[in-house]
């Protein structure tokens, strides 16, 4: 089994800032790619910010500028540091990360049960 624990979601203020942090656990051999993405109320799911196991990143055009991605990779963490909020961008945000348990496995994607973000005055 193998679990992604979100942490860092809140409320905050239009121009606050927030940090959320994915950690891994379980049975895992290596990790891939890890990012998040956000689903707004009656929207789709959108992805916010994606990072390699090489540092590569791309991030959505309205968050660009103002979130950062980064990862641990001894600790199997993803972070999001969320500068200069607006109030649309509440909504849960769920980290992903794809994992495989054995070198011969391919890499399967799995996900966090997420975590609110409300910005509101």
């Known amino acids: 089994q193998v679990q992604l624990v979100e942490s860092g979601g809140g409320l905050v203020q239009p121009g606050g800032s927030l940090r959320l942090s994915c950690a891994a656990s379980?049975?895992?051999?290596?990790?891939?790619?890890m990012g998040w993405y956000r689903q707004a109320p009656g929207k789709l799911r959108e992805l916010v910010a994606r990072?390699?196991?090489?540092?590569?990143?791309n991030y959505a055009d309205s968050v660009k500028g103002r979130f950062t991605i980064s990862r641990d990779n001894a600790k199997n963490t993803v972070y999001v540091q969320m500068n200069s909020l607006k109030p649309e961008d509440t909504a849960v945000y769920y980290c992903?990360?794809?994992?495989?348990?054995?070198?011969?496995?391919?890499?399967?994607?799995?996900w966090g049960q997420g975590t609110q973000v409300t910005v509101s005055s």
């Open positions: 992903c990360a794809a994992y495989r348990r054995t070198w011969s496995s391919s890499y399967t994607d799995t």
């Open positions: 379980g049975s895992i051999l290596s990790i891939g790619a």
């Open positions: 990072i390699t196991v090489g540092g590569i990143t």
